[in-house]
């Protein structure tokens, strides 16, 4: 207690001194005893900053602020809690309860956690055992959600690509955040991997994609794993997307045999050989084109293949020398191989055409005797030797010859060939008839030449006899003898008188005929009998 001051002293100095004992605080005239028993300041706890902002912290983060508390007041005083409320504020540095000495601080950290994006209002509440029992900071903060990247598709697989070819697929990226996110690096490993169509460094705000392509050109055959490493400011700040992919083996064309030779071939003849391509790679091959150059060589139709594994395809190729000399050419074979460009060659002579020989057989033709006003034939042969010939025109003499069975001229008899032809005579009179058949052809023999001869015979003198047995009538003094054309008549009596035998010689037959005889018996009164059996005789054709 503060003893009373003396009567003697002035007030306002009093009150003065007063004043500044108690740390500024006033008095007035109801209060005097009381300042007056009190000699001592209590602690006051002042927190700066009065107020804490953390600004806009993205969902997930957190951001931390720095605040001390002070005893500004004359005596020690006792923090006992701080308390923190609203979505997200915490406080840190502070193991309480802590003493503060008059005038002494303590340093503390106020840490921001937002959970969801909007604006948070807090307060941090210091429990103390001085003048101002709790003291109170406001606290605020925004908060947006955090970029996160997304790729679709979450991995990329390439399949099975040719080597020395090259697969591409797209890729896009999406910030699927609420905040920018800015990406530097998009990094590919793994044998043939890369990527295009990517500027780096890549901003996305919220909710924008960009798209960009991922390519795989194997160098080798095999299985190739890889992966595409995205390195952001994003929540997913390490982003990896699995690739993978196979090389194989390109298809690869292969000739049998490698080159076609024709050797020797006779001018304007054609000689023919076989080529097989195969596809001995391991993928299928496309061919766009064969073709063939070269004076002389030609090739069959070709149709666009497509060959798969193992598969072949034989086409011919053909060689026509129009002249003597040596020809050279190409095959030339378009296709996807790894060799695109295919080539096969072609080689062969021409060779001079050997003349060739006709020969006919017989080189005489006999026709023997032949009756006037028949015919008979014989045949003929020509034949090539050494090379193809071609006979043009024949020329035949003798008027009872005639020549059939060739085609029309000119005929060409290849080599080791033959035609055959046919000659015919008819004698107009009897006697020995004569001619020649000759042939022109190419061949160094022309004209190749058949004698003709024949001899015309008069037709033969053909009779029939007859005999019978003679009558048993009596009187009968001789017998009439009819014939017929028909068989039962009717029938002509060919004898001019009376015929007093039993035998008779016709000779007025025809070559060629049939005639049905009969007889009568003629007794002397004149009287004649009946038919006797009917006889037949067949005249031969002469």
């Not at 606290?139 to 080597?163: D, E, I, K, M």
């Not at 017998?479 to 054309?485: E, Q």
């Not at 009596?493 to 018996?521: E, F, H, M, P, R």
């Amino acid at each position: 207690m503060m003893k009373p001051l003396p009567a003697r002293w002035n007030w306002p100095f009093v009150v003065l001194a007063l004043a500044t004992m108690v740390g500024c605080q006033g008095l007035t005239s109801s209060n005097k005893s009381a300042t007056t028993q009190n000699n001592t300041n209590p602690g006051v706890v002042a927190v700066t900053p009065s107020s804490i902002s953390f600004g806009v912290v993205k969902v997930g983060n957190n951001q931390s602020l720095p605040a001390t508390m002070t005893n500004t007041g004359g005596s020690a005083l006792q923090v006992t809690q701080a308390t923190a409320t609203g979505s997200g504020f915490s406080v840190s540095g502070l193991s309480l309860p802590v003493t503060l000495q008059a005038g002494q601080s303590q340093g503390f950290t106020v840490i921001f956690t937002p959970t969801a994006a909007g604006t948070v209002k807090g307060n941090l509440a210091i429990a103390n055992t001085g003048s101002t029992p709790t003291v109170n900071v406001s606290l605020s903060g925004g908060s947006t959600t955090v970029g996160v990247l997304s790729p679709s598709p979450s991995s990329l697989n390439f399949g099975s690509v040719q080597v020395g070819g090259n697969q591409t697929l797209p890729e896009t990226l999406t910030n699927s955040g609420g905040s920018t996110v800015t990406v530097t690096q998009v990094t590919p490993s793994g044998t043939g991997y890369s990527v295009s169509g990517l500027s780096l460094p890549l901003v996305l705000t919220a909710g924008q994609g960009q798209a960009f392509s991922v390519n795989f050109a194997p160098a080798a055959s095999g299985s190739s794993n890889g992966n595409l490493a995205i390195v952001s400011n994003a929540s997913n700040p390490s982003l990896n997307v699995a690739l993978t992919g196979s090389g194989l083996a390109p298809g690869a064309l292969t000739p049998s045999p490698s080159s076609l030779s024709f050797g020797n071939v006779q001018v304007g003849n054609e000689q023919q050989l076989s080529e097989t391509v195969t596809n001995t790679g391991a993928v299928s091959v496309s061919i766009s084109q064969a073709t063939v150059s070269g004076t002389g060589f030609g090739m069959s139709s070709w149709a666009p293949q497509v060959l798969t594994p193992g598969q072949h395809y034989t086409f011919t190729v053909t060689f026509t020398p129009p002249s003597t000399g040596n020809y050279a050419g190409n095959v030339a074979i378009v296709s996807n191989a790894s060799n695109p460009n295919l080539s096969i060659p072609l080689s062969g002579t021409g060779t001079p055409v050997p003349q060739g020989q006709l020969a006919v057989t017989p080189t005489t033709m006999a026709f023997g005797n032949v009756i006037v006003g028949t015919n008979a034939q014989l045949q003929g042969t020509l034949t090539a030797s050494g090379s193809s010939v071609t006979v043009t025109s024949d020329t035949l003499t003798g008027a009872a010859f005639a020549l059939s069975g060739l085609a029309s001229y000119p005929i060409v008899i290849p080599a080791g060939q033959n035609a055959q032809y046919t000659v015919t005579f008819t004698p107009p009179a009897t006697g020995a008839a004569s001619g020649s058949l000759s042939f022109t052809s190419n061949a160094s023999n022309s004209p190749a030449v058949e004698s003709l001869t024949g001899t015309g015979t008069p037709p033969p003198q053909h009779s029939v006899n007859l005999s019978w047995t003679a009558s048993n009538s009596s009187g009968v003094t001789g017998y009439n003898i009819y014939r017929g054309n028909t068989s039962g008549g009717p029938y002509s009596k060919i004898n001019s008188v009376l015929n007093a035998s039993t035998l008779y010689t016709d000779t007025t037959v025809v070559d060629g005929q049939t005639y049905y005889y009969v007889t009568t018996a003629v007794n002397s009164s004149n009287e004649e009998s009946g038919y006797s059996n009917q006889t037949q005789a067949v005249i031969p054709p002469p």
